[in-house]
Nanobody, 115 residues
Framework: QVQLVESGGGLVPRGESLSLSCTVYRSSGHINYMGWFRQIPENERELVAEVRSGNIINYADFAKGRFSVTRDAANNVLWLQMNNLEVDDTAVYYC?????????WGRGTQVVVSS
């Protein structure tokens, strides 16, 4: 059983920063993938940043240079530091994990960037 708990969303003015966290609670299994996705209403969910096996990190183009993802493997926490936020970053941000190849989603945390 795996449970994801996200925190850190909120309302910020453009140009400011936010840090999101995702804590993974699991009773067993091996996590081989962690990532952050986001969804704007009426749009598909899209990748923001991911950490693959071997600590391989990838970012969406819009996140490069502004966002930074960090995995704390010892504490099962995935962080997303978002700097220089833009109005277009307004979305619900979801944590996603694969444990023993089984996918799990968090409930999401709302990020609103005001102009």
């Amino acid at each position: 059983q795996v449970q994801l708990v996200e925190s850190g969303g909120g309302l910020v003015p453009r140009g400011e920063s936010l840090s999101l966290s995702c804590t993974v609670y699991r009773s067993s299994g091996h996590i081989n993938y962690m990532g952050w996705f986001r969804q704007i209403p009426e749009n598909e969910r899209e990748l923001v940043a991911e950490v693959r096996s071997g600590n391989i990190i990838n970012y969406a183009d819009f996140a490069k240079g502004r966002f930074s993802v960090t995995r704390d493997a010892a504490n099962n926490v995935l962080w997303l530091q978002m700097n220089n936020l833009e109005v277009d970053d307004t979305a619900v941000y979801y944590c996603y994990v694969r444990s023993d190849s089984i996918p799990y989603w968090g409930r999401g945390t709302q990020v609103v960037v005001s102009s």
